[in-house]
């Protein structure tokens, strides 16, 4: 008996030991800055890329890069970079959308890149400070918005869709977002060989209580339908972060169409889209009608979005 107690205890201490150390993990990631990008010779900003951009201070310090587009009536494109990752890494994302947006920011969420923020909110409360940062802006500035979200990004995405008018939205582009922490936890501790069952969900239930409930993903994604918003969602075959099955089954619950890139790893998701055909006549034959479908929605969209304020100017006048 005192034996059995004793090892009842000491599993017990070991898994609380693990969940503190996931926990701790997952809210202070390493920062993707300069020299992050510099090993893994990456431009460290649009001045790199021979881009045009100004630098400033969006809501509570967060630092923003605001590219300029090539289309002065296309959408406002925000990107949103995943954990662990800064707005560096979302300019291996910007060249499907620098020709058809009017302009391009670029972002470095709570605990990530240069933001002051001291730890990651794990996207629970991150939407409603990228809200801010549209809200802020003139009006003549302010969209429509189009979003594009990378993991961590995209679910933050999805939760800035869910808090803005639909008719300020061009689309939604979420690169492999996932409905619960507890899905990109688990399938990363399994990737270090440690138990993910039970510590993914009560590592998860943590985030909750501290943090605050997780934006509801197939809600915000069945609410895009509903009103008409573009949304393409994208997976690799084979991420092992957030499995192709989460997202087949995500997809299939909300009715959105999903983009599954058989060669793409989890961080490369969206690099590969060298120009989508946003702004001129052509499809690429080698993009996939999910994708497809969403440009034609887009434009569609946009040049509706343009009818109804020129007759909205009409009236003003």
């Known amino acids: 008996m005192g034996l059995a107690l004793l090892v009842i205890v000491g599993s017990l201490v070991v898994a609380a030991a693990l969940i503190a150390a996931v926990v701790r993990d997952a809210r202070h990631p390493a920062r993707a800055t300069?020299?992050?990008?510099l090993a893994?010779?990456?431009p460290l900003d649009p001045a790199a890329m021979n881009l045009a951009f100004t630098e400033w201070l969006g809501p509570e310090g967060m630092p923003v890069w605001e590219i300029s587009g090539g289309d002065p009536e296309g959408p406002v494109t925000i990107l949103l970079h995943g954990w662990r990752r800064s707005r560096i890494d979302s300019l291996r994302r910007i060249r499907p959308w620098i020709d058809c947006s009017r302009s391009l920011l670029l972002v470095d969420l709570p605990g990530h890149g240069e933001s002051p923020a001291n730890a990651s909110t794990l996207g629970i409360t991150d939407g409603a400070l990228v809200r801010r940062l549209i809200e802020d802006r003139s009006e003549s500035d302010r969209g429509p918005i189009?979003?594009?979200g990378h993991s961590m990004g995209a679910v933050v995405a999805l939760?800035?869709?869910?808090?803005?008018r639909p008719e300020?939205?061009?689309?939604?582009v979420a690169f492999a977002p996932y409905a619960s922490l507890a899905e990109p936890l688990a399938n990363r501790l399994r990737a270090r060989a440690l138990p993910a069952v039970p510590v993914a969900s009560l590592a998860t239930g943590w985030f909750r209580l501290a943090l605050g409930a997780e934006s509801p993903v197939q809600a915000t994604l069945e609410m895009l339908v509903r009103t008409g918003v573009p949304t393409l969602i994208a997976a690799?075959?084979?991420d092992r972060t957030i499995s192709l099955c989460h997202l087949t089954d995500l997809c299939a619950r909300a009715s959105v169409p999903l983009s599954a890139s058989p060669s793409a790893t989890h961080d490369d998701l969206g690099t590969s889209l060298t120009g989508l055909p946003c702004a001129d006549d052509s499809i690429d034959p080698v993009i996939d009608s999910a994708t497809t479908a969403f440009v034609a929605a887009?434009?569609?969209?946009l040049a509706l979005l343009r009818t109804q304020a020129l007759a909205g100017a009409t009236v003003r006048a």
């Not at 300069?34 to 990008?37: F, P, V």
């Open 146 to 148: 189009l979003l594009v």
């Open 168 to 172: 300020a939205l061009a689309g939604v």
């Open 34 to 37: 300069a020299g992050w990008a």
């Open 40 to 42: 893994r010779s990456l």
């Open 298 to 301: 887009m434009r569609a969209r």
């Open 236 to 238: 690799a075959t084979n």
């Open 159 to 164: 939760d800035v869709a869910r808090g803005l």
